[in-house]
C-alpha cells in the first residue's frame, strides 16, 4: 500500500469522492467536521434518540428485535445489551479477509455515511473510527457472508466489534487481538449506545469500498490497454488511419473518441516499413476504441452511482433529529453498486479478452506480419529450442477465460432470507468482489501483454524494422521504462516473477500515462 499520510480528509463536511475513500484506503488521516453546526446536529440526533427512548417510544432495532424479529419487544432492562448482541451474533463471516487497503476504504465509507448526521450516533463513535484511521488499524473483515441487504450486516459487524475492543484488527500487517492493539497504544473501546449497533452494521459500506478500489484501477486499465494497443499496432505494423479523428467524429461518443485521441497521439511519428498489403486491420486493432471506449464512457455513470451511494445515509430507520421523526425504509439496499459492479466487471473483462486477442495475433508468424513465432529472441542455430511467449499466451487465455466467467451478473441472483424478510436482495457485495477478481486476472493479462509488446518492438529493432524515427515519444519512454526492469528474452527462462512484479507495478498505477 502506498502510503500518504500527509493529506487528511474531513468527514462531515463536503461531498466526497472516490478519489477521497482512495487517499484514506491509501494512508490518508481523517478529521470530523469540527464546526458548532455540525456537531449540533449529531447532538440533536442523539438527543431525538434518548429521549423517544424514555417515553417508551418503539423503536426499531431500539426497542424491538431485528429483521423478521421486529414484532419482538425488547424488555427496557435489555435494551442497552441488544446492540451487543447484534455485532455478536453476525460474527459468522468466512473466505479471505479483506486486506489492510480495503478495510480501511470500509472504515472510510462507513464514517462518510455515518456523518451524514441522520444515524442517530454519537461523537464516540465517530470519533472511535477516526482514531482507527489515524492509527493505522483496520478490522479483519472476512469476505464472504453478505447479501447486500440488509446491506453488509456480517462483514461490518467485524467493523462494529473492533470498535468495542472485540475479534481482530490488522495492525503493522499483523492480524492480532484488538483488545492487545488497544491496550498497547492506549485506546479506550467504545460502548455502543442502543441504536448504534444497527447504524454501523446496517448499510452498503463494505459493497462502495470495493467499488471504490475498482473504479480507480479499471480507470486506470482503459488508459493502460490503449498504450499497449499503440505498441502493438507498431510491432505489427498496423495502420494509423483507423484511428483517425475525422473517422471517429461521425461515431460521437465522447470516451471512444478520448481512446481515439490517445491511439494517435501515441502513434504521432513516422510509419515503418510494412510487411504486409492488408489495408484493414482486424477486429482487435482496429475496432480498440470501441472496445476500451465503452469502459471510458461508463466511467462517469459509474461515478455517479458511486459517490451518490458514497454520500448517502444507507442504514435503517433514519434518524430524522431536526423534525423528531424516525423513518423507515430500505436504503440498506444495494442495488445502484450491483448494478456498477455488474457493468464495470463486464466492461473490464472486454479488455481482457481485446488484450488476448491482440496477443494471439502478435504471436502467430501467420498473422503478425514477420515477426518470429511465439515471439522468440532468439536467433540461428539457438532458435529451434526457444519457445519465447508460447506458455505465456497460453496463460493469457486462460485468465481472459476465467474473466469472462465472472461476467454472470450477480445482482440478478437474489435469494429471499431471514424468515422472507430480506426477501428481494441486491447481492452488490458479491458483485464487488466478482469485480475485483476479473480486474485481477486482467491485470494479469494486461501484465504479460505488454512485456509481450515490448519484446515485439525489441525484435523489430534488432532486425532494422523499427528506430527512433518509428516512435512516439510516448512509446519510446514507456518502452525505456519497461526495458529497464525487464531483460529482453532471448534464452528462453521462467517469466513468472517479471508477470508478478509488473502486476505489482499495475496495481501501483506505477506509469503516468496520458
Known amino acids: 500500500m502506498q502510503k500518504n499520510m500527509q493529506q487528511t480528509v474531513k468527514f462531515g463536511a463536503d461531498r466526497l469522492t472516490i478519489e477521497d475513500v482512495m487517499a484514506v484506503a491509501n494512508g490518508a488521516s481523517a478529521a470530523m467536521n469540527d464546526s458548532p453546526e455540525y456537531q449540533a446536529k449529531i447532538d440533536r440526533g442523539v438527543a431525538f434518540l434518548e429521549r423517544l427512548l424514555k417515553e417508551e417510544g418503539v423503536i426499531y432495532g431500539v426497542t424491538t428485535g431485528y429483521g423478521d424479529s421486529c414484532t419482538v419487544a425488547i424488555p427496557p432492562s435489555l435494551v442497552d445489551e441488544l446492540p451487543l448482541h447484534l455485532t455478536r451474533f453476525h460474527g459468522c463471516g468466512l473466505g479471505e479477509n479483506l486486506n489492510h487497503q480495503q478495510a480501511r476504504a470500509v472504515l472510510a465509507t462507513r464514517l462518510c455515511s455515518l456523518s451524514q448526521g441522520v444515524s442517530g450516533v454519537s461523537h464516540d463513535l465517530l470519533n472511535q473510527i477516526v482514531t482507527l484511521i489515524n492509527h493505522d488499524i483496520s478490522p479483519r473483515i472476512p469476505q464472504e457472508g453478505s447479501v447486500g441487504a440488509s446491506g453488509d450486516l456480517t462483514p461490518l459487524s467485524y467493523l462494529a466489534a473492533a470498535l468495542i475492543g472485540e475479534r481482530e484488527v490488522i495492525y503493522n500487517d499483523e492480524i492480532r487481538a484488538t483488545k492487545d492493539v488497544f491496550a498497547e497504544l492506549n485506546i479506550s473501546p467504545i460502548k455502543l449506545k442502543p441504536k448504534e449497533g444497527l447504524a454501523l452494521m446496517n448499510g452498503t459500506s463494505v459493497m462502495t469500498a470495493l467499488a471504490c478500489i475498482a473504479y ?101 430507520p433514519i434518524i430524522d433529529g431536526d423534525n423528531e421523526r424516525v423513518l423507515h425504509g430500505g436504503h440498506f439496499y444495494g442495488g445502484h453498486i450491483a448494478m456498477a459492479m455488474d457493468t464495470l466487471k463486464t466492461a473490464i473483462a472486454n479488455i481482457a479478452d481485446l488484450l488476448d486477442r491482440q496477443m494471439a495475433q502478435l504471436m502467430d508468424y501467420k498473422f503478425n506480419n514477420g515477426l518470429p513465432f511465439n515471439l522468440t529472441g532468439a536467433e540461428g542455430e539457438r532458435k529451434p529450442i526457444n519457445h519465447g511467449f508460447k506458455a505465456v499466451q497460453i496463460g493469457i487465455s486462460a485468465w481472459t477465460a476465467e474473466a469472462l466467467k465472472h461476467t454472470m451478473p450477480a445482482s440478478v441472483f437474489s435469494r429471499s432470507t431471514e424468515c422472507h424478510n430480506q426477501d428481494k436482495v441486491s447481492m452488490g457485495t458479491i458483485a464487488a468482489r466478482d469485480c475485483l477478481r476479473v480486474l485481477e486476472l486482467t491485470e494479469q493479462v494486461t501484465a504479460a501483454s505488454m512485456l509481450a509488446a515490448t519484446q515485439a518492438l525489441e525484435i523489430r529493432k534488432n532486425h532494422n524494422e523499427l528506430d527512433e524515427r518509428h516512435m512516439s515519444l510516448a512509446l519510446k519512454t514507456m518502452n525505456e521504462l519497461i526495458l529497464s526492469e525487464f531483460r529482453f528474452v532471448e534464452e528462453d527462462r521462467p517469466l513468472e516473477q517479471d508477470l508478478r512484479h509488473f502486476m505489482k507495478r499495475i496495481q501501483q498505477q506505477h506509469w503516468a500515462l496520458y
Open 216 to 316: 480507480k484501477r479499471a480507470e486506470y486499465l482503459a488508459q493502460l490497454a490503449t498504450r499497449i494497443t499503440a505498441m502493438v499496432s507498431v510491432g505489427m505494423q498496423g495502420n494509423d488511419f483507423h484511428f483517425d479523428e475525422a473517422l471517429f467524429a461521425v461515431k460521437p461518443h465522447p470516451g471512444q473518441q478520448q481512446i481515439a485521441s490517445w491511439l494517435r497521439s501515441d502513434l504521432q511519428a513516422e510509419r515503418p516499413p510494412r510487411n504486409s498489403d492488408r489495408l484493414q486491420d482486424r477486429y482487435s486493432l482496429r475496432c480498440a476504441p470501441h472496445v476500451i471506449g465503452v469502459l471510458q464512457d461508463s466511467l462517469p455513470w459509474l461515478r455517479q452511482l458511486i459517490e451518490n451511494e458514497l454520500n448517502s445515509a444507507n442504514d435503517n
